[in-house]
C-alpha cells in the first residue's frame, strides 16, 4: 500500500537527516576485497566507493557471487578490506582492532542474514537480549528484548520457543528484533526475504520500512525487484563493482 | 553468565557425549587417587618397620646370585654361617651384641588348626634381647617352653600355659611376645620363638641362617661393619653385611618405584580421557561453527567465545573430578584395607590404616590434575573456535 508512495511521503527526510549531521553514516573509499584462494586470488570488491547517508533506505542488487555479502560485512564491520578505506560515522575502520570491530557491531550496527540467524539453544527471547546482556544486567536486557518482540507483532506465547520450533518467518522477526535490539545506527540485511514465501515476505518488509520511517539507515541485500522497491535508493553490483 | 549457560545447555544437548567425556575423567581420576594411596600404602607398611632397627647389622650367607635384600626368596637357599664364622664376627664386633638365630619352620596345631609356622630360634639369653614380652615369661634353656609371636596367638587364641603341637610334639607356651612388627632383622609376630637349645635337641647341631649384630652407637656401625667384612671375608665371600639404613634405601628406593609407577598409570588414564574430552569439544566447535560466526558477528568477543568452550570442559572437568573424588574416597578405605590385609603377615601397622590426611591428599590431587587436565584438552578446541573468522564461520556448511 505505501511502497508505491514511500519515495513521495519521506523523500525528504533522509536529506534533512543528511543535511543535519554532516558525517555521513558510511563512506567507503576505494574499497578492494581480494580472497587469496589456491585455484587463484577471488576479487569480491574491486575498488568500490559510495557513500551513505542517515537515514537512507537502500537495496543492494547483483547477480549471484558479485560480492553484495562481501559489501555488506564490510558496512558491518565483519571483516576489514584488502584495500582502501571505510569510515562508520567519520571513524576508520580498517586499522582497528578485532575487540573494537566487535564492540562497534555489538553497540552500533544490527544484522539480519538469510539464514542462521538465530542461536539454537537460546529461546526467542534470550536471542533478541543476547548482544544487550553482553554488556548490560539480565533484568533491563529481558524487558527491552520483550518490548522489541512485541514491536515485530511476535505472539508473547512464542518468546520462550527455541528457533527449532518457530516458523520461517517468525524466525526472521525474531533476527530482526535481535537485530533492533541495542537500537543501532545502521541494520543490515543480507536477504532478509530470501528463505520466505511472498506474504511472509511482504510483511517483513513492512517491519524494515517502517524502521526505516523511525529513522534508522537500513541497508539490504536483495535479488528480488519487489522487494527492492520498498529502498529508495539502489547500488548495482557485478563482479564487485558498482553499476 | 549467558556464556556459561549457553556452556551448560550445550552439555546437556548432548547428554550421552558429555556423560561418557566426564565417566572418562572420573576413571582417571579414581585411578590415580585409588593407585597414589595404595602405593603410600605400602610405603606407610614400610615406615612401620623404621623405628627401632636403626642400630642393626644383619649378617646373611653370601650368595653369588643373592641381592641382599633379606626378603628375597633366594635367600632361602641353604647357605648357612657356621659357627667358626660365628667366632670371626664375634671377634670383629667387639663389645657388641651379636646375636646368631636359625629361621626354620615347623608344623603348628593348635586345637583343629593346622599349618606350617616360622619358628625363630636363637640363644635363650638373647631372646630378651630382641623381644618384649606381652604375657608369661621368656622360654628358657632346657625347658620344652616357646614362646608365641603376638599376632599369631591373637589368631589361636593362645595364651601362656596353652599347649600348643609344634613337629607332631606337645608342647607349652610360656610366653607371648609383645606385637614388634616388620624388620629388617625378624619378623617374629606370626612366628614362634624357641631357645636354640630347643630347636638342636630337635633337629640336630645346626649352623646359623643369619646373625645380626646390635651395634649401640650408630656412629660405630660403619666401622664394625668393615671390620665384620675384613674378618670373615678375607678370602673369599661368605656373608654379606648390611646395615639397617641400606636395607632401607633398598626399600625405600623400591616402594618409590611402585608408587610413580601406580601414578604413572593413572595419570595415564586421565591423559586419554583428556583427548575424549578434546574431542568431545573439536566435535563441538565443529558443530557450531555457524553458531559461532554468529555470536561474533552480533558481538561476541573472541575471549567470550574462548570462555564459552572453557567453561564446557570446565564443568566436564570439575563435575568428573567431584564425581572421581567421593568414588575415590569411597574405595580408599577398601582398597586401603585389603592393602593393610595383604601385608597384615608382615606388618603391625597392618590395623591402623592409612592416614586420612594420605587419603585425601591424593584425592584431592587426582580432582585438580584431573581439571586441570579438563581444562588444557579444552583450551585447543576453545581458541580454534575464538579465532574463526566471522564470516568464514557463517558461511560454513
Ligand atoms: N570467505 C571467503 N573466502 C573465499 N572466497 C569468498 C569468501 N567470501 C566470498 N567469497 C567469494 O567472493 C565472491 C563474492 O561473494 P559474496 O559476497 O558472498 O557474493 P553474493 O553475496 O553477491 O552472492 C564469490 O566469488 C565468493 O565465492
Ligand atoms: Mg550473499
Known sequence: ?243 | MIFLDLAVRNLKRHKVRSVLATVGIIIGVVAIASLGIMGSSLSVLVGGMVSDVSDTLLVTPHLAISSGDPFDPRNTLAARISGRDLGLIEKAAEQHRVIPMILASDRLQVRDKGGYVALYAMPATEIPFLLEEEAGTYPRAGSSGVMVGSLLADELDLHPGSRIEVGGESVRVAGIAAERGMGIDINPDYALIVTEEWYTERHGDQDYSRVIVKVGDLAEIEEVKVAIDQQVNRRKEVVDVLDSREILEIYYETFDAINIFLIGIGAVSLLVASVSILNVMIISVTERTGEIGLMRSIGARRREVLLMFLYESLILGIAGSLAGGVVSMAIAYSVTTSVAGLFADFAVSGGDGIPVAVVIGYTAFAMAFGTAVSIVAGFYPAWKAARLNPIEALRYE
Open chain 1, 1 to 243: 500500500m505505501e511502497t508505491d508512495r514511500p519515495g513521495l511521503i519521506t523523500v525528504d527526510a533522509p536529506s534533512e537527516k543528511a543535511a543535519t549531521s554532516s558525517t555521513p553514516i558510511l563512506r567507503f573509499e576505494d574499497v578492494s576485497k581480494i580472497y587469496p584462494l589456491p585455484a587463484g586470488d577471488v576479487v569480491a570488491l574491486d575498488h568500490v566507493s559510495l557513500t551513505v547517508e542517515p537515514g537512507e533506505f537502500i537495496a543492494v542488487m547483483g547477480p549471484s557471487g558479485s560480492g553484495k555479502s562481501t559489501l555488506l560485512n564490510m558496512m558491518g564491520c565483519l571483516d576489514v578490506p584488502t584495500s582502501g578505506k571505510i569510515y562508520l560515522s567519520g571513524q576508520e575502520i580498517s586499522r582497528m582492532s578485532d575487540d573494537d570491530l566487535t564492540r562497534l557491531r555489538r553497540d552500533r550496527i544490527g544484522f539480519v542474514f538469510q539464514q542462521f540467524n538465530l542461536i539454537p539453544l537460546l529461546s526467542a527471547v534470550e536471542n533478541v537480549e543476547f548482544p544487550l546482556v553482553l554488556t548490560a544486567g539480565r533484568e533491563e536486557s529481558r524487558q527491552r528484548a520483550i518490548e522489541v518482540l512485541r514491536m515485530m507483532h511476535l505472539d508473547d506465547a512464542l518468546f520462550s520457543h527455541r528457533p527449532g520450533e518457530l516458523s520461517g518467518g517468525e524466525q526472521q522477526r525474531v533476527a530482526i528484533a535481535r537485530a533492533l535490539v541495542n537500537d543501532p545506527d545502521l541494520l543490515l540485511c543480507d536477504e532478509p526475504t530470501g528463505n520466505l514465501d511472498s506474504k511472509t515476505g511482504t510483511a517483513i518488509m513492512g517491519i524494515l520500512a517502517a524502521e526505516n520511517r523511525e529513522g534508522k539507515t537500513v541497508i539490504m541485500v536483495t535479488h528480488d525487484p519487489g522487494v527492492a522497491a520498498y529502498a529508495r535508493r539502489t547500488i548495482r553490483i557485478v563482479d564487485g563493482r558498482l553499476v
